[in-house]
């Protein structure tokens, strides 16, 4: 026996689970994903995601609605005549008709231990808040934002100096697992769904451009969360002087410094930074249409001297 199952996903984060779900037998009816965007050095290209991009190397047919108002797209959704459909990070809102497709419902693996970060960026804001801990959870979808019953958890530790790009890495490999053992689960009819709690309840909201330049009057580890939170993308940053005109550094690393001093000053010659309270070394600096580079290679192009003071603040 196996599942007949439609996949729904758009990034490279989604694309392990494809692959589990193929391994552990199932047959792919169809892939969903978002339709392929502007790309390339110029912007000129369209480029299809990763999800589609492997979906067709698999034999898979791929399918790249805008969205599921049109009711021919609803009908061919159903006329696919799967068990289940799984979702993850697709990136389009699913209506009630398209959650009530197939046989079995829809089941979306999310980034977090809900109810806590629900919604568009669980992974940043886990690590922004300096949360010790996140996971995958196997959810059965409805009309709510990420409310669904929990089918099934699997805990991830977060590191003290872990990024986001890291955990990333981790929960991705992490969710392909558990969503192949929930899937197999359902197959015999043995996955339970618990009903999420009341309180605790956080929402991801998507990283806006305006929040990412480092703040150093806060204390020391929130600005090394936030550093971290956003690395590598979008990527926090300060703005110093570089041959005579302002340019902004984005940090990708850092961890806890010692010694305490004016906010923003530089207090050692290997890039300890002055916050609110406590201090943070920044460890992988990248200049702006530069490589990431560590902070000693980084200082032998870019001198940054102790006493000098990094521009802090909001845009």
Known sequence: MSLSIIFMGTPEFSVPTLR?????????RAVYTQPPRPGGRRGLDLQKSPVHQAAELLGLPVFTPVNFKDPDERQR??????????????GLLLPE????????????????????WR?????????????KKTGMMVMKMDKGLDTGPVALTREVEIGSTMTAGELHGKLMLTGAKAMAEAMNKLEYNELPLTEQRAEGVLYAAKIDKGETRIDFSKPAADVHNHIRGLSPFPGAWFEMEIAG????????GSELGEGEGAVGKVLSD?????????SVRLTKLQKAGGKPLAAADFLRGTPIAAGAILTTGSV
């Open 20 to 28: 589990s779900l193929i391994d552990a037998g199932h047959r792919i």
């Open 77 to 90: 959704f159903r006329e696919l005549d799967a068990d289940v459909a799984v979702v993850v990070a697709y």
């Open 97 to 116: 008709a398209i959650l009530t497709g197939p046989r079995l419902g829809c089941y979306n693996g999310h980034a977090s231990l809900l109810p806590r």
């Open 119 to 131: 919604g568009a960026a669980p992974i940043q804001r886990a690590i922004m808040a300096g949360d």
């Open 245 to 252: 005109k302002p340019e902004r550094v984005k940090v990708l």
């Open 270 to 278: 290997n890039l300890v930074i002055a916050c609110g309270s406590g």
